[in-house]
Each structure stands twice: as structure tokens, then as C-alpha cells.
């Protein structure tokens, strides 16, 4: 596509339900990255993907959290039994294989009740 | 633990003044700096790139970078009221990715009309 998609733009859910955040890079692009932001703060690395493979899972914040991109385009993060504190702006990003200019989607609010 | 900070601001420069935005880091393997600029509500945009010590411009726009003090700067010159935003400065530990892009919490600019 012409920029990198996300879907849902927001998503209110209850406390303890699953919850699966997707992402469209743009075409072409090798690299996936999915960043959380919190209200007031700068974007926070969660994981990254070079075509299919996941290269760097250290920044998801415990075993809750899990992300794939099996046919190395569309990506989803999953977050099983939300809590509070997982209510956040979650962005994907996208780039060349080893290019560091990333390209923002518009983000997925998510909201835990 | 790597960390990247920025005055959070709010920074306030009447227009047609310069604007200077500051960032410091604490990884000194640092190799990749960038400055990403967000309007309210919106998606990060990458606006300037820098990897060597010294100026860099682009435009209005000029990064500086001194590693030895393990700061990184962005001047905007002639700001105009369309400047304002947030600016956040990110750091990468390499020079040919954007992988483990580790972000500041961004400083406030308004350009008073």
C-alpha cells in the first residue's frame, strides 16, 4: 500500500479479553517494527520483524504480549488477558531491509477497561 | 539500561526565531541519531538524520552532534507557527538499521504567531 496501515484505529476492550492489533507495511518493505507509546511519552521499542523472521523480541513487556508476520508482509501483535496498564497507542513502522528512515502508521488506540 | 532525554518543554519561541531543541544519551555505542517530529494526534515523522560528529542542515533545519559530550541538537531556523509540534530525538546502536530505535519523551515546541 501507499503507507503502512493499522487496524483497528481504536479498540475499547474489558479487562482479561484478548485483543490482536494488525499491521500492513508499506509494499516492499522488508522490516516491521511494532512500537508502544504511552500519552506524553516517545514511542517504545516492542519487536521487530525482517520478513517473516523476528529478530528482536526484548522489548515486549512480559510473555502476554506475542507478535507474528508469517508470509513476511501483514503483521499481527497479540495481547492475551489485557490489563490497565496495556492501554496505549500501539504503532507499526516499516522500512528498507537495513534502512533506518521508518514510516509510522497511524496507530492502534487500544483501551483497557 | 539506555536511555535518551530531552527537556519535555513546553518550549515557547516567538516566530522568525530560532528554535533549539536539545537531547543527550547514555549509550556511548551509540551510532545513529534522528529527529522525529509529531504533530498532535498524529504519527512520527522522521525530519533530519545524523551519524557523524559536527552540523548537519536540511533546509531550515540543522542536527548537530557531539559525541564526545553524547548530545545531539536540532535548530530550526525562521520557525513558523507550522513548526509546532513535538520533537523527538531517537537513538539507534547501529549505523546501517533503525532496529532498537530507543526514543526520548520529546520536547514541546509552540511557535507564537
Known amino acids: 500500500g501507499a503507507g503502512v496501515s493499522q487496524s483497528p484505529r481504536y479498540k475499547v476492550t474489558k479487562r482479561g479479553q484478548d485483543v490482536a492489533l494488525r499491521c500492513d507495511p508499506i509494499?516492499?518493505?522488508?522490516?516491521l517494527y511494532w512500537y508502544r507509546q504511552a500519552l506524553g511519552q516517545g514511542p517504545e521499542f516492542l519487536t521487530y520483524?525482517?520478513?517473516?523472521?523476528?529478530?528482536?523480541k526484548s522489548g515486549l513487556p512480559n510473555d502476554r504480549f506475542s507478535a507474528e508476520r508469517p508470509e513476511g508482509s501483514i503483521s499481527t501483535l497479540t495481547i492475551q488477558r489485557t490489563e490497565q496498564r496495556d492501554s496505549a497507542m500501539y504503532r507499526c513502522a516499516s522500512s528498507s531491509f537495513g534502512a533506518n528512515v521508518l514510516t509510522f502508521g497511524a496507530g492502534s488506540r487500544l483501551t483497557v477497561l | 539500561q539506555k536511555e535518551v532525554e530531552q527537556n519535555s518543554g513546553p518550549l515557547s519561541v516567538p516566530e522568525g526565531a530560532i528554535a533549539s531543541l536539545n537531547c543527550t544519551y547514555s549509550d556511548r555505542g551509540s551510532q545513529s541519531f534522528f529527529w522525529y517530529r509529531q504533530y498532535s494526534g498524529k504519527s512520527p515523522e522522521l525530519i533530519m538524520s545524523?551519524?557523524?560528529?559536527g552540523d548537519k542542515e536540511d533546509g531550515r533545519f540543522t542536527a548537530q552532534l557531539n559525541k564526545a559530550s553524547q548530545y545531539v541538537s536540532l535548530l530550526i531556523r525562521d520557525s513558523q507557527p507550522s513548526d509546532s509540534a513535538t520533537y523527538l530525538c531517537a537513538v539507534a546502536p547501529t549505523s546501517g538499521s533503525a532496529r532498537q530505535l530507543t526514543f526520548g519523551s520529546g520536547t514541546q515546541l509552540t511557535v507564537l504567531p
Open positions: 545524523i551519524y557523524s560528529n
Open positions: 509494499s516492499g518493505h522488508v522490516s
Open positions: 520483524f525482517n520478513y517473516e523472521a523476528q529478530q528482536d
